[in-house]
């Protein structure tokens, strides 16, 4: 019974894999089974994490079989949790960081602010006429496009600063100034 639920698991498994590589023939079923058990776990730990070290992977599972695990479970533990919960989003943040400062430093006309977003500012206003406080007053012109570039929409408003949303326009707002423009061809155009 265990040897044909096992002929069974890597029959399904070898229709799953798509046959991306040509059949190989291993000495034995055990073999076989091996192989099968080890793709499956590589290509898990392949889309979990690309960077991981597989040489390094591998040791860990051959300490596991000869019984001498260089870390304790709650070791790994601690160490798995405290990369992806705080190592990996660091990196992640920092890269972003970097794009944006890159791209930024290739296009003047972008900005980021307080909210993360970056908005085109291709015409600076009166920055001396920028409201700063969420009382006041603003007047907006935009116009929404399609993909294809029909225009959908286009209006004027006149509200307070705090009634514009989302609050990554209002930053824009103060940012651009009176008669500045934000966005693509004149997207929002401050009155």
């Keep these: 019974m265990k040897k044909t639920i096992i ?3 890597v029959a399904l498994f070898a229709v799953s894999c798509g046959g991306r590589n040509a059949r190989i023939e291993w000495r034995t079923e055990r073999d076989s089974v091996s192989y099968a ?3 499956n776990v590589g ?3 392949f889309r979990l994490d690309s960077t991981l070290n597989a040489e390094i992977v591998a040791q860990a599972i051959r300490d596991v079989y000869r019984d001498n695990p260089r870390m304790t ?12 919960n705080v190592s990996q989003p660091e990196a992640i943040r920092s890269y972003e960081n970097q794009f944006l400062a890159d791209f930024r430093e290739a296009n003047r006309t972008y ?4 909210s993360g977003l970056t908005y085109e500012v291709p015409e600076l206003g009166d920055e001396s006429r920028t409201p700063r406080n969420l009382r006041d007053s603003v007047a907006l012109r935009y116009t929404i496009k399609s993909t294809t570039g029909t225009v959908i929409r286009n209006d004027s408003l006149r509200t307070t600063l705090a009634e514009i949303s989302p609050k990554g326009l209002q930053q824009a707002v103060r940012l651009a100034g ?3 423009v934000i966005g693509r061809q004149g997207g929002v155009r401050l009155l």
Excluded: D
């Design 37 to 39: 058990i080890g793709l």
């Design 111 to 114: 900005s980021i602010n307080e």
């Design 73 to 84: 479970i709650e070791a790994a533990r601690f160490a798995y949790l405290r990369y992806v």
């Design 7 to 9: 002929i069974v698991c």
């Design 178 to 180: 009176a008669g500045g």
């Design 43 to 45: 290509e898990n730990i």
